[in-house]
């Protein structure tokens, strides 16, 4: 684990095996420990007005940041709370293609003030039928786009596209695939976007779906792998 420092960016590990929940708890106890810190330090000699301003505002920098945190853990845990409610698999069938489309003209006004192109790599007639509630998905895929919005570089486009990986393969079924050019400044861990990404992902898990996100030091990939679908173009 990187040594902590006050006012330095807050990780989100990515470990192998976590949820999105527990990566989150995890995430919390760094600038729990560090805003304990600032007090201890602030508590052991006499400081300068200046040094005492200073450490506020790390302590302030430090619960922000647990704010956030806390944030993206309540709302997956509602969410959890949500299915153990329900008990059941749901029976709903939602068409996904038409939650993207709707949400990427949701999010157009948004992609056009950083000049980004948010692009679907599938015709208006593609249907693509996941069993989720639909206002679960809805919020799901809204998190998801506006999360990689707030990521993308400026000018760059965000590339929505769906495949079929055929039987047999490794990993087969149907993948939805986010792509987009991050600049490696705009990824600092456990910021809004990043935190947003998280409760996308669980939000995914919830209905079965299989997460995975990739960084070749230029572009971000996400593969969600779908559960219990069908797919045509009609």
């Known amino acids: 684990m990187t040594p902590l420092q006050i006012g330095a ?9 976590r949820s999105p ?4 708890l995890h995430a919390l106890n760094q600038p729990l420990t560090g805003l304990q810190c600032s007090m201890e330090v602030a508590l052991a000699g006499t400081r300068t007005p200046e040094q005492y301003r200073q450490e506020l505002r790390d302590g302030l920098a430090l619960t922000e940041r647990m704010r956030g945190l806390v944030e993206a853990i309540r709302e997956v845990a509602d969410g959890l709370d949500e299915d153990e409610d329900k008990n059941e698999v749901p029976n709903e069938m939602t068409d ?4 993207l489309r709707e949400t990427v003209n949701d999010l157009k006004p948004v992609a056009e003030s950083k000049a980004i192109r948010m692009e679907l790599d599938f015709d208006s007639a593609f249907i693509l039928m996941v069993r989720a ?5 809805c919020g799901i895929a809204f998190r998801l786009l506006d999360s990689v919005l707030s990521l993308a570089a400026e000018g760059s486009a ?16 149907d993948w939805l695939r986010v792509r987009w050019e991050a600049h490696e400044e705009a990824r600092q861990p456990s910021s809004r976007p990043e935190l947003g990404l998280l409760v996308a992902q669980a939000g995914f898990e919830r209905i079965g779906a299989e997460w995975q996100q990739m960084w070749d030091g230029k572009q971000e990939t996400l593969s969600i792998r779908l559960p219990g679908i069908s797919r045509k173009n009609s």
């Open 9 to 17: 960016p807050l990780a989100v590990e990515e470990i192998t095996g």
């Open 21 to 24: 929940l527990a990566q989150l």
């Open 158 to 173: 965000v590339k929505v596209s769906t495949a079929k990986i055929e039987a047999g393969a490794a990993q087969s079924g």
């Open 133 to 137: 509630a639909r206002q679960s998905l």
């Open 96 to 99: 996904l293609a038409m939650i």
